[in-house]
């Protein structure tokens, strides 16, 4: 009878022990995953959210500054820029977006922001591959 208890009392002691396994195991796995998932950085949201110009296609990055546009048009003077910013509130300016006809020009578009955190995005507006690579040096061979 002793015996008999000391089993019953063995078992209810071992489906404790795991239950009380899991729920470790458990609390362990939520833990991590809700550390995990707060370490991951967050997309930014300030500055240009995108960028849309008219004259050309840029791969808009909020954390890129710099683009290398190639105009197929060299008579354009004028680019048709649309900035976006992740705040409405913010002050945008776009600077060097006058004659740009047959030349390369520098674009600065500048995002200052309700906090007064200022943001600049460079646009490289370029003459056209074809008329770059025709430009060559060709005294390398000497």
């Known amino acids: ?3 008999v208890k000391m089993e019953k009392a063995f078992r209810i002691s071992l489906i404790i022990n795991i239950a009380i396994f899991i ?11 809700k550390k995990s998932v707060e370490e991951c950085p967050k997309e930014m949201d300030y500055g240009l959210k995108n960028i849309v110009i008219d004259e050309a296609n840029i791969p808009f990055r909020n954390d890129q500054y710099t683009y290398d546009i190639y105009l197929e048009d060299e008579t354009v ?4 820029i649309k900035a976006m910013p992740y705040n409405a509130d913010a002050n945008i300016s776009i ?3 006058h004659g740009l006809a047959g030349a390369n020009k520098k674009i600065t578009i500048t995002v200052t922001d309700i906090n007064d955190e200022v943001y600049e995005y460079i646009i490289n507006v370029n003459k056209t591959c074809e008329n770059l690579n025709n430009n060559t040096d060709t005294t390398e061979n000497n």
Do not use: E
């Open 95 to 97: 600077s060097g977006n």
């Open 77 to 80: 003077d004028r680019l048709n």
């Open 1 to 3: 009878m002793i015996v």
């Open 23 to 33: 729920l470790f195991v458990t609390m362990t796995i939520l833990f991590i995953t």
